[in-house]
């Protein structure tokens, strides 16, 4: 089954390395016949909750993409052993007004990319807490931390030799919770 999945990468460098690696997730086999399209939350204002009334442009747009899809995947850096605050901030943004959350009941994959050893493994932990209170039931298994050196990705921009099996069986996990899901 066609899937429509959206991308919230935890990073607004232009070279972000987890940037790179959605799109290189996107080209994976597992990925053939369904549609990724990524979420821009580098143009949302920072969460004011006197908004929640009046949300900006950014934000309408960021909760119809999510209401709009059967799963999400997050794609994020780890900035000072949790998530950055981009991406909470798109988090809270999406959750809002109460009652009114885009996040409620998407199935939802965690993955990123560090430079450090540990693979964004402390702020993939932090955001399944926030997932769980957004009632997003997330991939437990397989978990994917990753080190961003030489061969990761290739040249064109799809994942290198090593990691392509391990990664494509990741993502076929993934989109099988949110086929499960769709029902
Ligand atoms: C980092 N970096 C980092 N890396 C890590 O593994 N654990 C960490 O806690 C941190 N903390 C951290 C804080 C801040 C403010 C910055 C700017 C960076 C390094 C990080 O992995 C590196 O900058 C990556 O390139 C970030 O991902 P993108 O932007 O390339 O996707």
Not at 54 to 83: C, M
Not at 96 to 122: C, D, E, M
Not at 152 to 160: A, M, Q, S
Request: glycine share 10%; aromatic share 8%.
């Amino acid at each position: 089954m066609p899937l429509k999945i959206a991308v919230v990468v935890g990073s607004l460098r232009a070279d972000s390395f987890n940037r790179q690696l959605a799109g290189a997730l996107t080209r994976l086999p597992a990925a053939d016949g369904h549609t990724f399209t990524f979420a821009e939350i580098g143009t949302l204002p920072l969460y004011d909750q006197d908004d929640d009334g009046d949300q900006a442009a950014s934000v309408k747009a960021l909760k119809a993409l999510v209401a709009g899809s059967d799963g999400v995947l997050f794609v994020t850096a780890e900035y000072n052993r949790s998530i950055p605050g981009v991406l909470k901030n798109a988090i809270d943004h999406a959750s809002r007004p109460y009652g009114q959350s885009a996040w409620a009941g998407k199935p939802a994959g965690v993955i990123g990319v560090s430079v450090g050893a540990i693979g964004t493994a402390l702020a993939q932990q932090h955001l399944r807490n926030v997932l769980a209170y957004l009632d997003m039931p997330t991939l437990g298994a397989p978990e994917a931390f990753l080190q961003w050196k030489e061969g990761l990705l290739n040249p064109d921009g799809t994942v290198g030799e090593a990691s392509a099996a391990f990664l494509d069986g990741w993502l076929e996990a993934f989109l099988k919770l949110v086929e499960t899901h769709k029902g």
